[in-house]
């Protein structure tokens, strides 16, 4: 309404007017599974359509649409749609994109378990699914199909960082009609904004930077207004994998230092690359550089991945003598956590296709929190410092 604002402001302030409630602050929380009609052809006017306002909170519930409306606003998309958890948000997209038979054209490394989705649809639907490192049109283009439903990408990848250039992917996808669908979990909204590069969907594990204090699971999906209502209608109405008012209530409250957050993430993360590539007990880093991606990302994130000179058993140990940092999957929360892909967030996948995606027993992934950087440094240096080292 009236002036455009930047992100940081509308992270705040963005969609929500206070005199539309009674003039609360911040955004309230309407804790109510049903809501009252106060006629009986009120209730048939709403079931119809011909009249807009709330019914039951499966259907909609007006906490779960500030976040929505929000979610929408900084991703820059027509409208969101809230859900349960990441993977409701995955699975309904896929859902609405693939049918028998279909084929979708994955990045070289997706989330574990919408690999292990797209397996049990691979066996429930006969679809079938390609993992590509998408370096290049002619690469991306000799893949695509008539069947092919979607392109479902995540950048940077999970967990080992490799950065896709949209812009790319967006071209080919264009000629073909393809649909492109990103997961943005790793940089938010606030470093990356894959509908300005031309995507067509944009999924979030809210679960993760959205919410930034580890205190919910939950997810959101961003698009054309005519696919979100599609998805509402069909998918996430009847298969209900809705999001609760209270976690839409801790999402909004989340958004709204989710840039002051980043910041900071960004800032430790850059620091902690540093010291991690002058120890001996590293191999390699993995951080993707925002500098390189044509300002398809404004900040590296706060996700570093590294190789440890070592096996599983020097990478456990690592595990094992952190103190501060906590032993933990999931990401982007206030405290730092520290995992291993290969026996953890990604065990699911075959060795085989793991060792292909870059996941080896020597990768650590380190999500960085909001701790002073130093602290975060002398607690994992002291665990370096006791990896035994084979060579
Ligand atoms: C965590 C995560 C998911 C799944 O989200 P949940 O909220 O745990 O269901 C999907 N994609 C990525 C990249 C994630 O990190």
Redesign the pocket.
């Known amino acids: 309404m009236g002036k455009k604002h930047r992100f940081e402001t509308n992270a705040v302030h963005g969609n929500y007017e206070s005199s539309q409630f009674l003039g609360s602050l911040t955004p309230p929380l309407f804790q109510t599974s049903t809501f009252t009609f106060d006629r009986a052809e009120t209730g048939e006017a709403r079931f119809s359509g011909a009249e807009e306002g709330m019914i039951y909170s499966r259907l909609g519930n007006p906490t779960v649409q500030l976040l929505e409306d929000k979610m929408a606003m900084l991703e820059g998309g027509e409208k969101a749609l809230a859900f349960g ?6 699975s309904s997209v896929l859902l609405h994109f693939v049918k028998q038979g279909s084929h979708v054209l994955c990045s070289k490394g997706i ?1 574990g ?2 690999y292990g989705l797209l397996k049990w649809l691979q066996e429930k639907l006969d679809i079938t699914f390609d993992l590509l490192d998408m370096e290049s049109s002619e690469e991306i283009e000799k893949r695509l199909t008539e069947k092919t439903a979607c392109i479902f990408i ?1 950048t940077p990848i ?1 967990p080992t960082m490799e950065v896709i250039n949209l812009k790319t992917v967006v071209e080919s996808a264009k000629k073909y009609n393809v649909p492109v669908v990103v ?1 943005n ?2 940089c938010s909204p606030y470093l990356q904004r894959p509908i300005e590069w031309g995507c067509d969907v944009v ?1 979030h ?4 930077y959205i919410g930034g204090h580890g205190d919910v ?3 959101v999906v961003v698009g054309k207004e005519d696919l979100i209502n599609e998805i509402a209608r069909h998918i996430r109405k009847d298969i209900g994998g809705v999001m609760s008012p209270f976690d839409a209530w801790l999402l909004l409250r989340g958004l709204k230092t989710l840039p002051v957050r980043m910041e900071r993430h960004c800032e430790n993360a850059m620091k902690l690359e540093e010291k991690l590539i002058a120890h001996h007990a590293v191999e390699e880093v993995i951080y993707p550089k925002a500098e390189s991606t044509n300002g398809q990302m404004s900040g590296s994130g706060g996700i570093i991945s590294f190789k440890i000179r070592g096996s599983k058993e020097e990478a456990q140990k690592l595990l094992n003598s952190v103190q501060l940092i906590k032993v933990a999957v ?2 982007g929360d206030t405290e730092t956590l520290i995992q291993h892909p290969a026996t953890m967030t990604h065990a699911i996948v075959p060795e085989e296709e793991r060792i292909k995606m870059g996941i080896t027993d020597q990768l650590i992934r380190l999500s960085v929190g909001l701790e002073a950087w130093d602290d975060i440094w002398e607690d994992l240096e002291q665990a370096l410092n006791q990896v035994s080292l084979k060579d």
């Open positions: 958890s990441g993977m409701a948000a995955v989330y378990c919408t995540e999970n997961d979990t790793f999924i594990s809210a679960t993760k699971i939950a997810g999931s990401l």
